[in-house]
């Protein structure tokens, strides 16, 4: 089955305060368990903005250089995601929507191009 991300921007997102992020919490829980229960859920993450970024890293000159700031300038930024394993891209637009009310913020699907490598089918490989 394809692979799909579902995610948001931070910067569409208004400031919350941590009771209202609490909230959002709770109201997305059912729609996570639902992919849970359905087999589709890869995996979630949606504890991300602007402060929970480590470093940046670029190559130069065949070289990783990291950075602690500045950060690479974007002009949006990924406030959190959900991965899923689904059919097609109707599924796929199903739980998007389903996210996107429950959170009330918008959501962007995107399709994998191939099936993503997990730990155990890339070294099955090698």
């Known amino acids: 089955m394809p692979e799909?991300?579902?995610?948001?921007?931070?910067?569409?997102?208004?400031?919350h305060?941590?009771?209202q992020?609490?909230?959002?919490?709770e109201a997305v829980r059912p729609v996570l368990d639902e992919m849970l229960a359905e087999g589709v859920l890869i995996f979630s993450n949606g504890g991300l903005d602007r402060s929970t970024v480590v470093c940046s890293v670029e190559a130069v000159?065949?070289?990783?250089v990291f950075t602690d700031g500045p950060f690479a300038?974007?002009?949006?930024?990924l406030g959190g995601f959900v991965a899923v394993d689904?059919?097609?891209d109707a599924t796929a637009r199903?739980?998007?929507?389903?996210?996107?009310?429950?959170l009330e913020w918008?959501?962007?699907?995107?399709?994998f191009r191939g099936p993503g490598a997990d730990r155990s089918g890339y070294l099955d490989k090698k």
């Open 21 to 25: 992020i609490r909230a959002k919490s």
């Open 17 to 19: 305060t941590e009771d």
């Open 61 to 64: 000159d065949g070289q990783a």
């Open 106 to 111: 918008p959501q962007e699907v995107h399709r």
């Open 73 to 77: 300038e974007t002009k949006e930024h």
């Open 4 to 15: 799909y991300l579902i995610s948001f921007n931070d910067e569409w997102v208004p400031h």
């Open 86 to 88: 689904v059919p097609d």
């Open 94 to 102: 199903y739980w998007a929507g389903r996210l996107a009310t429950a």
